[in-house]
């Protein structure tokens, strides 16, 4: 019986918060949109403290259709996507200025404007068939690619490029690898998650 006892003391009666908060369907999320082994990296990059999950609890499954339906509702010249966009996984650490922020929706420019590296975005070739550019905070990266979603326009693909962001605030060494990587697996996630008839080709690391 003390045996027992204790073993409850030990394990049972801690009052600490875990290191990833309360939110496991949130966490699902960011895993299945940017791969758990890099969310795994992520939480090794970020200081001591509580994890705490801030985006919607939306799966890959309902961001991709409700994508999906947004680009079968396109045609030229029509702009009323550009203010549908979603955020499938925010993580910040609590106490402190450090947060990942990432962002799915259909660009404003078209694959004519990416192959040019309009301005003021300013794209450049990221190999395979993405294109990327920074953001000015110098710490976003944006990504595109072709996506042609199945039963949309013929032009959805040259007019109607995927877009995806990853951001991070105040994290240490975040650009130098896990950014890329982040953004990779995001682009990756959804080009899937899509469908895409043409198969964007998307390197491991942009």
Known sequence: MLLVATSLLATGCSSEEP??????????????FLGAENIKALDNQMG???LRIEN?????DEVAEWMASMARSWEPGSTAHWLNRNEPCAIALSDTRQKLTSETGWSHDSL?????GSQPRGWRT???NVFTYEEADGRTLVAAFPCKVPDTDEQ??????????????AIPGFKDHLRGKLAS???????????CVNAPVIPPEL
């Open 156 to 169: 959805q693909e040259a007019g109607l490029p995927m877009e995806v962001r990853v951001s991070g605030r």
């Open 56 to 60: 919607q609890l939306a799966s890959v």
């Open 112 to 116: 004519q404007d990416l192959r040019s």
């Open 185 to 195: 697996a995001l682009a990756r996630t959804m080009s899937g998650a899509l469908k």
């Open 19 to 32: 290191r990833r908060g309360n939110a496991p369907k949130g966490w699902a999320a960011c895993d299945d």
């Open 126 to 128: 990221a190999g395979g």
């Open 48 to 50: 001591e403290g509580v």
